[in-house]
């Protein structure tokens, strides 16, 4: 029996456990110090604060809010607007920047050098440059909302946002929503089978249409036996603003803008990085084979690339996240501009302030790296 490495090593597990001892023993007693100078200067200290009514307004919430509602709620709502901006970016800037880094690779001269100048351009372009001009130079010069651009009469986009349908559930709709998870659980079945299929015989049929007739036919199935238990509300004009569906801020509509089409740039130049790692070898003899074109990029190139573009991958999308924090400078309700602003002025408690802040943005960027290092570690392992 094997042991581990760590009991073969007992004298530097004591000196590892000595030195973390000491460490939390010096932090303990610095927030003694600090707590007890606070108090003899008659500042308040603690994060009592959090239970105390805000007293202020967020133009943004996605969960009820008001101005009796605590700093507590105050944070949650802060997080999901940091959250929602950073998803929205990221999901925008991702076909976008794989778009360019095929283009980039293109041997068409004019789509090569259009995915170029996009990349050189953007890339050195400051990122607040570019939120001020989708901001102040796009987005404040629309028009009022009853001259509003009809958005095939959908959706419409005024000064005061972007106004779109939003959907309305009705009775029936938990089946669907529970035959869509059941959808994906048996697709997440069907594929492991079909792998395990493949490993021990060589041969399988394509994973995709089985996962995709579950994931698609039984909510869709569900759906038409419940009578389809959605609607959609869509908004219209009364008086000067619009009623109905959602209504998208500007300030939303340019911080996902600016750091999607930024963020893309970069995302540009790690997709051609992977799709240049892999050998030309492979692909020539892929071809003189007679494979066609999208077998040759499905099977070959494609594969190994994502190995070589998702460490980075990861990074930029970390890097995005980070780049939020320019929202106060339109205005958008984040974290930094709710918290690291209006909280801090209030409560006249920087310390505990900015703990919770740093905290807030070191927790969700801990949980989006460990999702991005398990999923990297997941395509390592089948490409042993």
Do not use: K
Not at 188 to 198: F, V
Not at 333 to 356: H, K, R, S, W, Y
């Amino acid at each position: 029996m094997t042991l581990p490495a760590w009991s073969r090593r007992p004298g530097a597990v004591a000196i590892q456990a000595a030195v973390l001892l000491a460490v939390v023993v010096l932090v303990a007693m610095a927030a003694a110090n600090a707590a007890t100078n606070l108090g003899r200067l008659g500042i308040n200290a603690g994060f009592g604060f959090l239970g105390r009514p805000t007293g202020f307004a967020i133009s943004q919430s996605l969960i009820p809010y008001s101005e009796t509602s605590t700093y507590l709620r105050a944070l949650a709502v802060a997080a999901l607007n940091t959250v929602v901006l950073a998803l929205l970016s990221a999901a925008l800037a991702t076909p976008i920047g794989f778009a360019v880094g095929i283009g980039r690779r293109s041997s068409n001269g004019l789509v090569n050098a259009l995915a170029t100048g996009y990349v050189e351009v953007i890339r050195n372009v400051p990122l607040l440059l570019q939120l001020f001009f989708w901001y102040f130079a796009m987005l404040r010069p629309l028009p009022p909302p009853r001259q509003s651009l009809s958005l095939l009469g959908v959706g419409f986009l005024s000064v005061r946002g972007l106004a779109l349908p939003w959907p309305q559930a009705e009775p029936g709709l938990g089946v669907v929503l529970i035959a869509l998870l059941a959808g994906i659980l048996l697709a997440i079945l069907a594929a492991a089978l079909l792998a395990r299929r493949r490993v021990a015989t060589g041969a399988a049929p394509p994973a995709w249409p089985p996962m995709l007739a579950l994931v698609a036919g039984l909510p869709l199935l569900a759906a038409i036996v419940e009578g389809f238990p959605l609607r959609w509300e869509l908004p219209h004009l009364s008086g000067f603003n619009f009623e109905g569906g959602v209504l998208v801020q500007p300030e939303l509509v340019a911080m996902t803008l600016a750091l999607a089409f930024y963020s893309a740039a970069y995302i540009a130049e790690i997709v051609r990085a992977g799709l240049d790692a892999v050998p030309r070898g492979q692909v020539e003899a892929a071809r003189a084979l007679g494979l066609r074109p999208r077998t040759v990029s499905a099977r070959i190139v494609v594969p190994q690339s994502l190995r070589v573009i998702l460490p980075p991958l990861g990074n930029e999308y970390l890097r995005l996240f980070r780049n939020t924090t320019l929202a106060p400078a339109i205005a958008y309700p984040d974290l930094t501009l709710i918290f690291a602003g209006t909280a801090l002025n209030q409560t006249a408690q920087p310390f505990e302030v900015m703990v919770i802040v740093c905290a807030a943005y070191l927790a969700i960027n801990l949980a989006a790296s460990a999702a991005i290092n398990a999923y990297n570690r997941h395509l390592a392992r089948f490409a042993r």
